[in-house]
């Protein structure tokens, strides 16, 4: 079994293109950016301010109807990175769905994620995928202090760019360079 990395929702900022929830695996100094669109960015902010509203969104409704037939939600996993593309899945218990043989339903991340926050259940994130996709915690901080040369600052853009596009790949290769340039390693 491949390892996963219990995670939580460290940022969700809004970029050039979009939004992006900055998912952050526990005991590490990095994040997985995964965008999302303006009305699911909404659902996960409403849950973890606690808002309600008078009647159920769309995320509101499955876990009603989830409850209604005593099935519950025990965790979400973002498992596979195919094609710039994340993948999660629910995986849900009760009735005739134990532990040992869960219902698995596959999802978008940001659905998966809408629907962890209001149940409170732990996310986690492939291990595989935060060492194709994470980006170190400073970049989102002090990018411009942690470069102070025109060469680091405008790696620091690219990799913004490659980030805002999903080029995770890209983005992977310019994070290691800016790493590789910071620990004094030019060759």
Known sequence: MREMLVSDIWSIVKVRHGNAILLKPRGIDAAVPIFIGTLEMQSILFAIEGKALSRPMTHDLFLNMLNHVNLSVKRVEIYELKDDTFHARLIITGGEYTNENPLILDSRPSDALAIAVRKKCPFFIY?????????????????????????????????????????????????????????????
């Open 127 to 187: 291990a595989s995928i935060v060492e194709q996709t994470a980006i170190p915690l400073d970049f989102f901080l002090e990018p411009a202090e942690k470069s102070p040369n025109n060469r680091n600052k405008s790696l620091f853009e690219q990799l913004e760019q490659a980030v805002a596009e999903e080029e995770y790949e890209q983005a992977a290769e310019i994070r290691d360079l800016i790493k590789k340039l910071e620990s004094g390693d030019d060759d």
